[in-house]
């Protein structure tokens, strides 16, 4: 998601149909599949934040104005949370 946002369009031509709703379509899944291992509250603090970054990105479809970065630093926040649930779960 780093390197595709702020658009999340494919510039090689091995994805036409990828854009920022395919995009989001797969984190929110993802997020979904997982739900279980990351908990109610944990899974909702991950939703809002991904809905928050599309509208970040969505902001700054030319990433003038900080809206991307905002959104690229919410996705290093996120990651934080999924690596330390992942961390919680496994085996000592």
């Known amino acids: ?14 994805l036409p149909e990828r854009n920022i709703d395919t995009a989001f379509f797969a984190l929110n899944e993802g997020l979904g599949v997982i739900r279980g ?3 109610d509250e944990r899974y909702s603090t991950l939703r809002a934040m991904s809905d928050q970054m599309r509208a970040l990105f ?27 649930a992942a961390k919680r779960r496994a085996p000592q």
């Open 58 to 84: 969505e902001s700054d479809p030319d990433a003038t104005n900080g809206g991307a970065k905002a959104g690229r630093k919410l996705i290093r926040e996120m990651e934080g949370i999924l690596k330390s």
């Open 37 to 39: 291992k990351l908990g």
């Open 1 to 14: 998601m780093m390197l595709g946002s702020p658009l999340f369009k494919d510039d090689t031509g091995y």
